[in-house]
């Protein structure tokens, strides 16, 4: 986890920043129905034209035929945002880096999301840097409808401390409605200990314009921790753990 990320806002700021949220996401909730109706009205076109063919097909083949209809998730868009990349490792225990960590599980999480019919976006894909202003305007920019940032925890004088926690954006009911589902999610799954969710000032939930999470998998600081999130049946675990709370908070 990038502490540096992290600094103390004033009450005013505070309000300043978290109504000019709310104003971004009116306007993408406004883009989201625009986008919505025309995907519908293209579907039904589509869906009339394909019956009607198939139709005149069964009529001559003298059989019966049916026609696909698209995976519930695929209106929706996810960006999952693994932290750190690069030169910048994050934390790290005996047995991996954060970078790694991080990228395992958003690897794992798409997969489990897109097989759900959901579209994701990754603000990286490999081991390569990218910097918060880059991830907030890839983030931005998708018009995506939610967005998951995933890091590992740290805790410099107490090596017994564990557990997960999920941050979301100050001052958004949104970000924190997904932040519980998928906390409550993530505790059920992994049997970790739960930390629970709070609000943050990190930037990429914060100056993102979609309800955003940024997820704490757990303290590399922790050497039974530590040694699970290198284990790939715990990344798995973990990663399943988000994505139920993400469908919790989508399919509600």
Same mark, same amino acid.
């Given at each position: 986890?990038? !502490?540096?990320?992290?600094?103390?806002?004033?009450?005013?700021? $505070?309000?300043?920043?978290?109504?000019?949220?709310? $104003?971004?996401?009116?306007? @993408?909730?406004?883009?989201?129905? $625009? $986008?919505?109706?025309?995907?519908?009205?293209?579907? @039904?076109?589509?869906?009339?034209?394909?019956?009607?063919?198939?139709?005149?097909?069964?009529?001559?083949?003298?059989?019966?035929?049916?026609?696909?209809? +698209?995976?519930?998730?695929?209106?929706?868009?996810?960006?999952?945002? +693994? &932290?750190?990349?690069?030169?910048? !490792?994050?934390?790290?225990?005996?047995?991996?880096?954060? #970078?790694?960590?991080?990228?395992?599980?958003?690897? #794992? @999480?798409?997969?489990?999301?897109?097989?759900? &019919?959901?579209?994701? /976006?990754? !603000?990286?894909? *490999? *081991?390569?840097?990218?910097? #918060?202003?880059?991830?907030?305007?890839?983030?931005? &920019?998708?018009?995506? *409808?939610?967005?998951?940032? /995933?890091?590992?925890?740290?805790?410099?004088?107490?090596?017994?401390?564990?557990?997960?926690? /999920?941050?979301?954006? %100050?001052? *958004?009911?949104?970000?924190?409605?997904?932040?519980?589902?998928? %906390?409550?999610?993530?505790? #059920?799954?992994? &049997?970790?200990?739960?930390?629970?969710?709070?609000?943050? %000032?990190?930037?990429?939930?914060?100056?993102?314009?979609? +309800?955003?999470?940024?997820?704490?998998?757990?303290?590399?600081?922790?050497?039974?921790?530590?040694?699970?999130?290198?284990?790939?049946?715990?990344?798995?675990? /973990?990663?399943?753990?988000?994505?139920?709370?993400? @469908?919790?908070?989508?399919?509600?």
């Amino acid at each position: 986890m990038d !502490t540096n990320d992290k600094h103390e806002m004033s009450p005013a700021e $505070r309000r300043h920043r978290a109504a000019a949220r709310r $104003r971004r996401q009116e306007e @993408l909730k406004r883009r989201k129905r $625009r $986008r919505a109706l025309l995907i519908v009205a293209m579907i @039904l076109v589509a869906v009339a034209i394909v019956g009607g063919i198939l139709f005149a097909v069964s009529k001559l083949m003298g059989g019966k035929s049916s026609a696909t209809i +698209p995976a519930q998730g695929s209106n929706y868009v996810i960006v999952l945002d +693994p &932290g750190h990349g690069g030169e910048d !490792t994050g934390m790290s225990s005996a047995a991996i880096e954060e #970078k790694e960590v991080d990228l395992n599980i958003c690897a #794992k @999480l798409k997969v489990m999301l897109e097989s759900q &019919g959901y579209q994701v /976006v990754m !603000t990286r894909e *490999d *081991d390569s840097h990218v910097s #918060k202003e880059e991830r907030v305007a890839i983030a931005n &920019g998708s018009g995506a *409808d939610l967005l998951v940032s /995933v890091h590992c925890n740290y805790a410099e004088d107490d090596s017994t401390v564990s557990g997960v926690r /999920v941050n979301y954006a %100050d001052g *958004d009911k949104e970000s924190k409605s997904l932040a519980e589902n998928i %906390d409550a999610a993530l505790v #059920k799954e992994t &049997g970790a200990k739960d930390q629970g969710s709070r609000s943050c %000032d990190f930037s990429i939930v914060n100056d993102t314009d979609m +309800p955003a999470v940024l997820v704490e998998a757990g303290y590399l600081s922790n050497e039974s921790e530590g040694s699970s999130l290198a284990d790939d049946v715990y990344e798995n675990s /973990v990663a399943k753990g988000i994505a139920k709370g993400v @469908l919790a908070t989508l399919n509600r």
